[in-house]
């Protein structure tokens, strides 16, 4: 049977819950114990696939096809396993679940209500989750801050879920925040003091209190909050800032995180072994070597729109051994090229609209003019594309989804995509296998001949151009197992050009950094070291 631990959050919202969450998951591998994870999000959204990425940050996808928050990315990286859509529940699932089941007659005329019939709904999607993964440790972590009035049947549900199963099955930590105010020159506990209280009102204890701060806080601090939350003073755990995300399972563990809470569900472990995770941490200290990749996005101002790239950028640079900066350049102007002057290599991410899409489009023609590495993600791919088009005599050349009446319409919409008028969930979501070209720089990166990647698209490289792009010189390195999706576009002249139409930062991990990120930067330090000889 599956033991759940519950993770909530107070004071305020992006205090660390995810990290916090996956810090412990990943605590817990390393003591040998099987765990898989899940968000909860008490928004009325469906999934995230529609969320304004400034509002919610990056949308996550899964193998199965679920557009999810971006925790499930952390979970994914720190726990090294590949969760499912239904790892991710908001309100809009719960609630469009139980008015189905209405409609259906299958509460036999009740009067259908938050309690019993919401809570019940909550507390069997979690236990799904841990009947189909059979894992022995379920983090479920709940989105927003406790006292929100959308987080209510979520708590409530996960109150009874504790005295279903028994309180040596269940257990919640609660991450807060302990502000230092520089004027009076001392930590304050109050902020904890009330968030737990908060917690405590709606029938729930903390078992570990999980304390963010700026600065690391003393025993002192620790046992104030233990006496005034009513936990064991081992319970408290100090999470000061960190150099890196990947840096907090270390710094958990050394407050002996992993020990108590197996003590506490009153389980059996090996010894716990994080050696390996400590040299992930290392290597992606190291920064003797620097390169700079420029991202180009029309999301740029918020770092968590792009988080996967770029937490697989790190990756790639700790495999080899160098640091990357990231040079975010706002797509909707123009390129500067003074600017771009001291860039290694140049990425353009995927995205919507045609917001954005001229800087795009430059940042290609940039790329083939002055021989700087150039990788394209999806919509960045379909820029490479249209651009390339551009420079070799198709004038006009676009995507429908910009001009529908463009004069070559090189990127166009999926058939079975025209006649659907709703925006979520309806693209080509998820896991598909793309068959590589010997030979080409794909196929070197993965070594591979047949690979699995997660895509989110609705628009396709149009078949009609095919031929006709091939005989300018754009080589085809990655398609669809039946030859008819193009999937990986290169240009074989140049140092180092690919975009593909697949998400590949989805599948990065710090322990095992994604191929073509690792081509990538590759090329970005060849391309630092031409420049310094």
Known sequence: MSKYIVVTGGVVSSIGKGISSASIGRILRSYGVDVTAIKIDPYLNWDSGTLNPYQHGEVFVTEDGMETDLDLGHYERFLDVNLSGESNITTGKVYSSVIKKERKGSYLGSCVQIIPHITDEIKSMVRKIANETQAEVVMVEVGGT??????????????????????????????????????????????????????????ITPDVIICRSELPIDNHLKEKIAHFCDVDVKAVVNAPDAHSIYEVPLNLNRENVGDYILKRLKMEARKPDLYEWS????????????????????????EDAYISIRESLKHAAAHHGVKVDIEWIKAEESLNPDRIRDVDALLIPGGFGERGISGKLDAVRHSIENQIPLFGICLGMQCMVIEFARMNGFEGANSTEFNENAKHPVIDIMLEQKQIKNMGGT????????????????????????????????????????????????????TSPDNFLVEIVELPDHPWFLGCQFHPEFKSRPNNAHPIFRSFIKAAIDKKKAKNV
């Open 146 to 203: 406790v006292g929100d009035i959308e987080s209510q049947p979520f708590l409530e549900a996960l109150r009874q879920l504790r005295n279903e199963e028994g309180p040596e099955n269940v257990m919640f930590v609660h991450v807060t925040y302990v502000p230092y105010l520089r004027a009076a020159g001392e930590f304050k506990t109050k902020p904890t003091q009330h968030s737990t209280k908060e917690l405590r009102s709606t029938g």
């Open 427 to 478: 693209m080509r979501l998820g896991a598909y296998p793309c068959k590589l070209k010997e030979g080409t720089l794909a196929h070197e990166a993965y070594k591979e001949d047949l690979v699995s990647e997660r895509h989110r698209h609705r628009y396709e490289f149009n078949n009609d151009y095919r031929q006709l792009l091939e005989d300018k010189g754009l080589v085809i390195s990655g």
């Open 279 to 302: 040299r992930i941490v290392d290597s992606l200290k190291k920064d003797d070597f620097k390169v700079t990749v420029g991202i180009v996005g029309k999301y740029v101002e918020l």
